[in-house]
């Protein structure tokens, strides 16, 4: 499980912003540290434990890059076409044991070693075919269409340092220099609860005044999507005691134990009071709107047999609107996540589009408003905030396309400012 301690989010101000919370979690919070051996084909969405290098060159031979003919460029005049004489031919994966001669080509396809002596090849839409020779044209520059040895990656290079997400496109890079099996750290472990009296499991009879839960859902496909291993624990009633047994339990075997709702200042809320029974509750407001009542602290874990009875794990209380949850999962957990998985943070990038809507905010706080995107009359890309921006909207998710990031000093947006816009794609990836 997670090791940490109870002051390792430690923080003195009652109120976070995002850039402290991402220095806390960077600075005092440790990645699980088991590793395993796992084979390329099921790594995708894991860690590296380790930098990988590359064990050969990548090409690991000079070849040619289309069909056509492997010259000598010194054999080319500068000044006119030049006719060779086609000596053999090449395919992609044949032997290049034939040598190329003075005023020779030879014929060559896409991927094929380049013979010894050739160091250009003329694409053949180019090239005028006559008998055994072939004509080249003027102006072909020497090296054309010739991939050299380790051009891509020369043998010896870290390829992939440690720390990052395994995605397709890194698995094609380990396949193509031969790599078979990877080291990864192991999945990370999270429970999820939600609380609330008000709140009902979907499919079962709701009362009056309860709500089905949504929440649990949206956390669960959240965080199978960056490769954690779910616990689903359910839902957890209004009741202090009954809570901090539960956080206890599940501290004792997962890495991460998120919550939504119960972290505000009503007397109904009563994860923050349970969380500090059975460990630290460090932080609970930060400057994000929507989702400032969002917690972050360590739980002691109940005795295991098989385990330390000091170990703990991460804690996170989330607020019980959706779209805050939402908010503070992909801009407050994920850090978190990333971090204790081992993983290089990831550095967001927003965007800049023009804003086709005014709005005020207070300022010391940064506001991320759920927007679609439109071409505007002249052409160019512009947000439009939705009708609705309760953060309990869950259509404000569905009917736009991403988040306006508006900064803490900021407090007005006029129509046709710039704006810097994070797509969903980015903020769940």
């Known amino acids: 499980m997670a090791h940490l301690t109870d002051d390792c989010f430690a923080f003195s101000r009652p109120l976070l912003t995002l850039p402290e919370m ?69 395919t992609a994966g044949a032997r290049a044991d034939v040598a190329l001669g003075p005023k020779q080509a030879i014929r060559i396809f896409t991927g094929a070693a380049l013979p010894a002596g050739a160091d250009t090849v003329c694409m053949q839409e180019d090239v005028t075919v006559a008998d055994d020779t072939v004509t080249v044209p003027e102006g072909l520059a020497i090296g054309a269409n010739r991939r050299l040895t380790g051009e891509d990656v020369p043998a010896g ?64 496909a959240l965080l199978e999507q960056l490769g954690a291993v779910v616990t689903d624990l359910g839902i957890l009633a209004d009741d202090p005691a009954e809570l901090a047994r539960a956080l206890a339990k599940a501290a004792a075997w997962h890495d991460l134990v998120i919550t939504s709702g119960g972290v505000s200042v009503g007397e109904a809320d009563h994860v923050r009071a349970a969380v500090e029974k059975i460990g630290s509750l460090v932080f609970w407001r930060i400057a994000i709107k929507p989702g400032k009542p969002v917690a972050m602290g360590v739980i002691r874990a109940a005795p295991r047999k098989d385990y330390a009875a000091h170990a703990g794990a991460a804690f996170c209380g989330l607020p019980g609107n959706p779209v805050a949850v939402f908010v503070t999962f992909v801009r407050v957990v994920k850090p978190l996540l990333l971090r204790l998985s081992g993983a290089r943070p990831q550095h967001l990038t927003a965007l800049p589009v023009r804003v086709a809507f005014a709005y005020d905010k207070k300022q010391g706080r940064r506001e991320y408003v759920r927007v679609a995107l439109r071409r505007g009359v002249d052409g160019e890309i512009e947000a439009v905030k939705h009708a609705q921006d309760g953060a309990g909207i869950l259509t404000s998710l569905t009917e736009t396309d991403g988040l306006l990031e508006f900064p803490e000093d900021q407090t007005s947006i006029e129509p046709g400012d710039r704006a810097g816009f994070l797509s969903f794609a980015a903020l769940m990836g």
């Not at 440790?30 to 051996?37: D, G, T």
């Not at 990864?184 to 429970?191: E, H, M, Q, S």
């Open 22 to 90: 991402e220095r806390l979690i960077a600075d005092r919070v440790a990645p699980v540290a088991e590793i395993e051996r796992v084979a390329l084909r099921g790594a995708r969405g894991r860690v590296t434990a380790g930098d990988i290098k590359a064990p050969l060159d990548l090409p690991p031979f000079d070849n040619s890059a289309v069909d056509g003919y492997a010259v000598r460029h010194a054999d080319l005049d500068p000044h006119g076409d030049t006719t060779l004489a086609v000596s053999g031919r090449i």
């Open 157 to 220: 290079r870290v390829v992939l340092p440690a720390g990052t997400v395994l995605e397709a496109q890194h698995i094609a890079l380990l396949a193509a220099l031969g790599i078979t099996e990877v080291e990864v750290r192991r999945r990370l472990k999270v429970a999820i609860f939600s609380t609330g009296d008000e709140v009902v499991e979907p499919g079962t009879q709701r009362a009056g005044a309860a709500i089905f839960d949504s929440n649990r859902y949206l956390l669960s």
